[in-house]
DNA sequence: ATCTCGAAATCTGTTGGACAGGTTATAGCT
DNA sequence: AGCTATAACCTGTCCAACAGATTTCGAGAT
């Protein structure tokens, strides 16, 4: 883990100013060189954190100005923090739940034959990982991703890659403790997934939701029993 | 619009070169001072541009040996791109639907005595704002994310966030479009909102649920009637 | 006293060089 | 061939400096 970047710590830092200090939307920032001398860090380590910071949308940067508050980072923290530091693990499963069953629902009334081809691709990916007994957490995500863009809505990717880090660091974890599965998992969980992705392919809205949500149960009770 | 950072360019000549040179996951990417020389610019700007990246996920650094590529960007790409950019823009609603649905469902079963001050308060916010005539969409997004919050979930505000900017971008939207709210339309937003939070207090959770699809089709229908 | 205008102070954006502390690759030795 | 020490390389950090944009403030005019 190299998570010793001093620009981390700025950032946390700068975000914490704003917290504390109650600053508004708008309000201007103490200069680089500032935040450099009261952290201790120079202003390139300073720059870091600003620049993760605008890309955030937290703050906003006018040149010869200073930096502004774009929005209050303690009404939206979620978003910037790893889930995983957040209580409650295992939540994002919840999420799921709701959100790619209804990816499915509306994959199998929406899909066009071009997407519905990128999903049998991911489907394939994924047999051939399980069948090669190599870790295929990897190509598991990929063909949910691909489901969810089959929805012809973007909004679903948006949220589902906000889940992803945590997810995949569920699924990781999962591979590590299970480290040799017996066949009759793979078989399984290779099954969950082609019922799912059946369902799309014939159209089925209510089987593809239905299927969806019942292969994140059964993912969930596999990771937690 | 301050798009005149060089390591905005940079960042995006990064993707290319993982896209277009189909590194893999794993591969290391040329040096920062290579990356320097090939750009045209500075160690420091290259930084800037890695830092954001592996905040976002798509490249880790390990001193001393490199940067690596974490997780190819051309196959999530969604997660760093605003939403508005994509297409088929009010599909943050369809995502909304079944996502604040639900949280509702999940606030009205598990939500402590303080969430659900913490909702109300958001609900006299929104009142006041409302009430005076001024825009209230800052306020309008803050209730439903306290909402979010008050199932104890987190990865529901990780979800919520993700959309925020979209959200946020369609409702000021509406509030340009339809400058003067005619009282009746006030009247009949305080009321959705009420029955939301009503339902929620009385731990009703079919009756949060149905409440917030019904206020989120009704908002969504006075956006785009 | 107030307004206007221009210059100084301030701030971000960027550069180049430097060094510390890691990792990788290589050349030399056994 | 195998092993080891060392050189080459890489990230993380700091410093000093300058360009270009903006804010501030005071001097002069009204």
Do not use: C
Request: glycine share 6%; proline share 4%.
């Amino acid at each position: 883990m190299n998570q010793t970047r001093l620009s981390d710590h700025a950032y946390a830092s700068i975000v914490e100013i704003i917290k504390s200090r109650e600053l508004e939307v708008g309000a201007r920032l103490p200069a680089e060189s500032r935040l450099a001398e009261m952290f201790g860090v120079s202003r390139a380590i300073v720059r870091e954190a600003l620049v993760r910071l605008a890309s955030d949308g937290i703050t906003e940067a006018r040149r010869g100005a200073g930096s502004f508050v774009k929005s209050r980072p303690s009404e939206r923290l979620a978003a910037f923090m790893p889930l995983s530091e957040l209580p409650s693990t295992l939540g994002s499963y919840e999420v799921r739940f709701v959100l790619e069953a209804e990816a499915a629902r509306l994959a199998a009334t929406r899909r066009t034959s071009q997407e519905m081809a990128h999903v049998e691709e991911g489907m394939e990916r994924l047999r051939a990982a399980l069948l090669s007994n190599a870790p295929a957490h990897a190509e598991d995500m990929d063909l949910h991703r691909r489901i969810a863009a089959a929805t012809g809505n973007p909004a679903f990717l948006i949220a589902f890659d906000a889940l992803w880090s945590d997810v995949e660091r569920i699924m990781r974890a999962g591979v590590d403790i299970s480290r040799s599965r017996p066949p009759e998992v793979i078989a399984t969980m290779l099954r969950e997934h082609e019922i799912v992705v059946g369902a799309i392919r014939a159209q089925d809205p209510e089987g593809a939701a239905l299927a969806m949500r019942w292969h994140l149960w059964e993912g969930r009770r596999r990771l937690m029993p």
